[in-house]
């Protein structure tokens, strides 16, 4: 079974920056999986923020993030990072990460999302 941890998030001020860590666990190879990053604000849907195809590398942002943030992985570490940066108080959110067997040509949003984190939040101040 397949399990991520997260780390990272905190207060910052509009303008900072921070980085979200995901480990994951209980696989044979990262390089099976497709992992994604959303957020969700109470009273409002779980946007998708990012995904990476972590035996391709191939990335992909939505446009409320796109410049601004960078999904990145260490395979060594059996980890999946979101790199942060220019931070809006709109980017405030609970965090997930989550993680699904990765299907060619199968688009970042079309996914089913199996795994998931359990979320860590980020605040950012205006």
């Known amino acids: 079974q397949l399990q991520l941890v997260q780390s990272g998030g905190g207060l910052v001020q509009r303008g900072g920056s921070l980085r979200l860590s995901c480990t994951a666990s209980?696989?044979?190879?990262?390089?099976?999986?497709?992992i994604g990053w959303f957020r969700r604000v109470p009273g409002k849907e779980r946007e998708w923020v990012s995904c990476i195809n972590v035996s391709g590398g191939r990335t992909d942002y939505a446009d409320s993030v796109k410049g601004r943030f960078t999904i990145s992985s260490d395979n060594a570490k059996n980890t999946v990072y979101l790199q942060m940066n220019s931070l809006k108080p709109e980017d405030t959110a609970v965090y997930y990460c989550?993680?699904?067997?990765?299907?060619?040509?199968?688009?970042?949003?079309?996914?089913?999302?199996?795994?998931w984190g359990l979320g860590t939040q980020v605040i950012v101040s205006s």
């Open positions: 989550a993680a699904d067997r990765y299907s060619p040509g199968t688009m970042c949003v079309q996914y089913g999302w199996d795994f």
């Open positions: 209980g696989f044979t190879t990262l390089d099976d999986y497709v």
